[in-house]
């Protein structure tokens, strides 16, 4: 069922019927007459439908389906598409006592829309409302009235028109939030918040400027520290060798090469004279004895001896130049 009108004489025949429901079919619409065979009810149930309004144009204009209801008591719409309640949608409901229109998509209530109404129980929780009008609730009387939910709304607590909070803290325990309540729970208003707010920006601002200036000191720290290490590398690794190290400077023992004698001897091949030192002792031997057997000739000879045998290590060709016997 999408629409509800009236088309048999079945319902004008109950005119008894005190309770009348169509909760949970798919009602989007209900005509403004619809319900008139049935004014007499005192409980009416539309929960769990997909009604979108209380009123629909009848030609002169909009008009509330729950207009012929004026001994309703109980009036239950939760669980539908409901988007606002306007001021004459309900105003015809002079006996009214409950209403249940929560977990609707109620965002705008007229502010004169419970004018007149007697209500002591009101459910408006789980909508989207976040802002009422002044004097929304001033039709209520403080002595009858038992319940009040509007939580789980969008709640906008604007400072200096945070009138909704002290109403409620004013009804005391009659207030049953079912759900949260938001900036009107905590009486902190928009003002304040924006206080806040800014303050708190300022302190995530100062925090992170601190964080990526002590981000770049820890990234210089390690770059000298790295720095430094590569410098200590260098100076403690061991030399690395060149071609030319591999030329040995100094010869060893066997070498061919020999550096200069200390006395004054033009340097030679070191295995040459080597192989040639005997041969040299020999001449020595020979020159002495030929110098002792012809005495005085001795001093006259111009022989020339060296007093070390490795002095004549220069060799036999050397020393045939440098050694004469009897002036020969």
């Not at 207009?67 to 309703?72: D, S």
């Not at 030192?277 to 060296?306: E, M, V, Y």
Request: with cysteine; net charge positive; glycine share 4%.
């Amino acid at each position: 069922m999408k629409r509800f009108y009236r088309t048999n004489k079945s319902i004008n025949q109950c005119l008894r019927l005190s309770s009348f429901t169509l909760a949970a079919n798919k009602i989007i619409k209900i005509e403004p007459r619809a319900l008139e065979p049935i004014h007499q009810i005192k409980t009416l149930s539309l929960e769990n439908n997909q009604l979108t309004s209380l009123s629909s144009n009848d030609g002169n204009g909009n008009v509330s389906f729950l207009r012929p209801l004026r001994k309703v008591k109980n009036l239950f719409l939760s669980s539908n598409n409901i988007q606002q309640i306007e001021e004459n949608d309900l105003s015809s409901l002079t006996s009214l006592k409950t209403l249940a229109i929560d977990h609707n998509e109620i965002e705008k209530i007229h502010s004169r829309a419970f004018a007149g109404l007697p209500l002591t129980r009101i459910y408006l929780n789980h909508n989207r409302l976040f802002y009422l009008p002044k004097g929304t609730f001033d039709s209520f009387s403080m002595d009858t009235l038992d319940v009040v939910d509007v939580s789980d709304n969008a709640w906008q607590c604007i400072c200096g028109e945070e009138w909704l909070a002290d109403w409620l803290a004013a009804i005391g325990d009659r207030n049953i939030a079912d759900g949260s309540m938001g900036c009107v729970g905590s009486r902190v208003c928009t003002g304040r918040l924006n206080e806040e707010e800014q303050h708190s920006v300022w302190i995530t601002v100062v925090a992170s400027v601190l964080a990526i200036v002590s981000l770049l000191i820890l990234v210089a720290i390690t770059f000298l520290y790295l720095e430094d290490g590569k410098r200590l590398d260098q100076l403690t690794s061991p030399l690395r060798r060149v071609p030319s190290d591999l030329l040995q400077l100094i010869p060893n023992s066997g070498s061919s090469i020999s550096l200069p004698h200390e006395t004054g001897v033009e340097p030679l091949i070191a295995a040459e004279l080597t192989q040639k030192q005997p041969l040299s002792s020999s001449l020595r031997n020979s020159a002495i004895k030929k110098a002792t057997t012809n005495g005085s000739n001795i001093k006259k000879s111009p022989l020339i001896l060296a007093s070390n045998p490795n002095e004549l290590s220069t060799g036999s060709a050397v020393e045939k130049k440098r050694v004469r016997f009897n002036g020969i």
